[in-house]
């Protein structure tokens, strides 16, 4: 069992920024892919950034020169710089992670976390 639990959301104005977190714990042996996703109200949920094995990364167009995802492997934590934010970046972010864990026996795991919202005042 993987838990994900992302921290960092918060309210912030137009052109500011923040840091969201998502550290995982649990008997992990690897992470091999991260993604950052969120859901405005009314909207589906989507992903907006994404990092593999290797710190290759991969964002959405809306997000892409603003947001940056990076990784701590030593602290199993994935973070999302985000800068320039516009109150359509205003969501319940969450993030879901990949890999495997497991002690005895090694086990695929899709894990994700319980979200932290992000409002952006205009």
């Known amino acids: 069992q993987v838990q994900l639990v992302e921290s960092g959301g918060g309210l912030v104005q137009a052109g500011g920024s923040l840091r969201l977190s998502c550290a995982a714990s649990?008997?992990?042996?690897?992470?091999?892919?991260v993604g950052w996703h969120r859901q405005a109200p009314g909207k589906q949920r989507e992903l907006i950034a994404r990092?593999?094995?290797?710190?290759?990364?991969n964002y959405a167009d809306s997000v892409k020169g603003r947001f940056t995802i990076s990784r701590d492997n030593a602290k199993n934590t994935v973070y999302l710089q985000m800068n320039s934010l516009k109150p359509e970046d205003t969501a319940v972010y969450y993030c879901?992670?990949?890999?495997?864990?497991?002690?005895?026996?090694?086990?695929?795991?899709?894990?994700w976390g319980q979200g932290t919202q992000v409002t952006v005042s205009s």
């Open positions: 649990g008997s992990i042996f690897s992470i091999n892919a």
């Open positions: 879901n992670a990949q890999g495997y864990a497991g002690v005895a026996l090694r086990r695929l795991f899709d894990s």
């Open positions: 990092i593999i094995s290797g710190d290759s990364t």
